[in-house]
């Protein structure tokens, strides 16, 4: 693989290669772009099968997060770390105080946090070697509300497109997934009045939303076949794909899972079948908005409220795809990139304090 020629394919600042011997640890840090502010991104830790292949994870998910903070309006920009190895060793202590030395290294260019294989409490250890590090146990706490109710306001913006109106009552959804993010989601939808239908591979958790929101509950597979008006993909990425398509009795696609287009000709396909698409990366940028207000300091309330916003952005997304004539996961690279453009067009003023 040819990092130096991804980094200028697509416009990454910067690749860190980590080793610590002592404990095995492996690890890469990418920086996509810091134009906004410093790049926050979680530590993913996984048996990748390659180094190659975490490279690559590293790099799109980098890239990613710079569009997602852009997009939800943050002072943010987008970075990302991975670390190579089992995910359920035992001994974690020396492996995140390694992780925390090199993230430290970058001298707050770089903020890390959770993320899949990881936890608050490895956050901590990495918390004992830098200040760089969010998502830390008894602060910002669980993201899962915020994010929950960003993609409900998501999918309430994309039904106003849609149909005229934003109310969900009466409507169909169809919920793939019912993990945390799919729980708050349901809450919502149940409170105004939709009509839930809901699968995971965990029974249980199917259990609790048809015992608390009503929903009628249908196997893993059989959630693509099922008739309504939105499908909201809120667990594996990738079920926007060649066999779920033409599957699809839906108008609307909304929901909080990352990556739900297995190819961006997808994206294409579901434009073409009449199908409203709202981007993954706008609609559940709620959990980097609730990290965000950790480090801002604001009180969950607030985080919450700027949440709503993602009503708006995903309605400026449909404008954009409108007036530029494209389909929306494109309209929303496109509102990343034209707020970061307008930042860095902006003129130099002197300030005190600055040379």
Known sequence: MDVLGEMKTWGHEQVLFCHEPSCNYLGIIVIHDTTLGPALGGTRFWNYASTEEAIRDAIRLARGMTYKAAAAGLNLGGGKAVILGDNKRADREALFRAHGRFVDSLGGRYITAEDVGTSPADMEFVRRETDHVAGLQGLSGDPSPVTGYGVYMGMKAAAKVRWGTDSLSGRTILVQGAGKVAYYLCSHLHAEGAKIVATDIDAEKVKRVVTEF??????????????????????????????????????????????????????????????????????????????????????????????????????????????????????????????????????????????
């Open 214 to 355: 009503g929903a009628t509950a249908v196997a893993p597979e059989a959630i693509y076949d099922q008739k309504g008006e939105i499908y909201a993909p809120c667990a594996l990425g990738a079920t926007i794909n060649d066999n779920t398509i033409p599957r699809l009795k839906v108008e609307i696609v909304a929901g909080g899972a990352n990556n739900q287009l297995a190819e961006e000709r997808h994206g294409v396909e579901l434009e073409k079948r009449g199908v409203l698409y709202a981007p993954d990366f706008v609609i559940n940028a709620g959990g980097l908005i609730n990290v965000y207000g950790e480090l801002e300091r604001w009180p969950q309330e607030r985080a919450k409220r700027k949440a709503q916003e993602i009503y708006d952005a995903i309605l400026q997304v449909f404008a954009i795809a409108k007036r530029d004539g494209i389909p929306s996961f494109e309209a929303a690279d496109r509102l990343a990139e034209e707020r970061i453009a307008s930042v860095v067009s902006l003129s130099t003023m002197w300030r005190p304090g600055r040379r």
